[in-house]
C-alpha cells in the first residue's frame, strides 16, 4: 500500500515547523543508505511557499507546504537510482544516484550536490519508519506540525474526496487548495458613504459568484476559480459593472463608486 503525505490547508498557520524540522532532521545527519546530509543552505526537502495576493486593503496570505522528490514521476525516469519498498516512498539512494545531475535538473524540489555529486529531495524520512527502535516513525515534518495540518499514512486511512495534487503521480495531496479572489470597497461618491448591503455577483464560463457589501462596504468572492469575470455591484437602482480578470492574479482592486 502506497504511503501519501496529506496536506490541510485550512488548518495550516504558516509556522515553518514542516520545514524546521525536516532541516533538523537532514542538517548535520547522514542516513545512509538512504540519505547524505543535506547542506544547511540551498536545498528545502519540505519548504513551504509564503505568497501575499491582492493588492491595498484587500490581501491575503497563503501558506502551501511544498514536499519535493515524492512523484512516481522520478520512478518512471529512473528507477535505477531508488529504494525498493512496499510502501512506495520515492527514496534517492546516494550510492545509486552518482553523478546523475539530470534528476536533479528534471525535477522541481530535487537538488543537486555539488560536494556529493549527488541529487537530493525528500525521503519520507524513510529511516525512522523503517527504524523500530525509534521513537518517531513518520516523518519528521509530520511530527512537528503542531496543529495537524500535515498528516502522513497508508493511502487507504484518507478521505481524497476532493483532495488534489500539484502534479500526476505524486504522493503529496492537497485540501483545500487557495484559489483566486476578488475584493473591494464600494462607496458612494455624492453621499462621501460606504456602500452597504450592495449585492455583487461575479460571472464568467467558471459560474456565479454572490456576495453582499459588508458594514465596512467591503465586498469578498473567496475562493472562486481563476476566470475572466464580469462584475456587476448594484443597490437602490444604481448599478456598476467592470470586467475583472483573476486568470494572472487575485485583484484586491481600488475602490469602486456606485453611481
Known amino acids: 500500500m502506497s504511503k501519501i503525505f496529506y496536506v490541510d490547508l485550512e488548518k495550516c498557520t504558516g509556522c515553518h515547523s514542516c520545514q524546521i524540522g525536516c532541516k533538523d532532521e537532514h542538517c548535520g545527519n547522514a542516513w545512509l543508505p538512504y540519505a547524505a546530509e543535506q547542506p544547511e543552505i540551498g536545498q528545502f526537502w519540505c519548504r513551504v511557499d509564503e505568497k501575499e495576493r491582492g493588492a491595498g486593503s484587500h490581501v491575503r496570505v497563503s501558506y502551501v507546504p511544498k514536499i519535493g522528490a515524492q512523484t512516481e514521476a522520478i520512478r518512471a525516469y529512473a528507477p535505477e537510482v531508488l529504494m525498493e519498498r512496499e510502501d512506495r516512498l520515492i527514496v534517492i539512494e546516494p550510492e545509486k544516484a552518482k553523478g546523475r545531475k539530470d534528476i536533479a535538473e528534471k525535477f522541481d524540489g530535487v537538488y543537486w550536490n555539488e560536494e556529493l555529486q549527488i541529487p537530493q529531495g525528500c525521503t519520507g524520512c524513510a529511516h525512522l519508519i523503517d527504524d523500530a527502535d525509534s521513537p518517531i516513525r513518520i516523518p519528521r515534518c509530520v511530527d512537528n506540525c503542531p496543529v495537524g495540518a500535515l498528516r502522513f499514512g497508508d493511502e487507504s486511512e484518507f478521505d481524497l474526496a476532493g483532495a488534489e495534487q500539484l502534479e500526476e503521480g505524486s504522493h503529496v495531496y492537497y485540501k483545500g487548495l487557495p484559489q483566486t479572489f476578488i475584493a ?28 453582499e457589501t459588508d458594514i465596512w462596504g467591503d465586498f469578498w ?37 456606485l453611481a
Open 221 to 257: 468572492l473567496k475562493e472562486i476559480p481563476a476566470a475572466d469575470y464580469t462584475v456587476t455591484i448594484e443597490k437602490d437602482g444604481k448599478v456598476k459593472e467592470l470586467a475583472v480578470s483573476t486568470l494572472e492574479k487575485d485583484q484586491g482592486l481600488p475602490d469602486i463608486a
Open 184 to 211: 473591494a470597497t464600494v462607496y458612494d461618491p455624492e453621499a462621501m458613504e460606504i456602500v452597504e448591503g450592495a449585492k455583487v455577483t461575479a460571472k464568467s464560463d467558471a459560474g456565479t459568484f454572490e456576495t
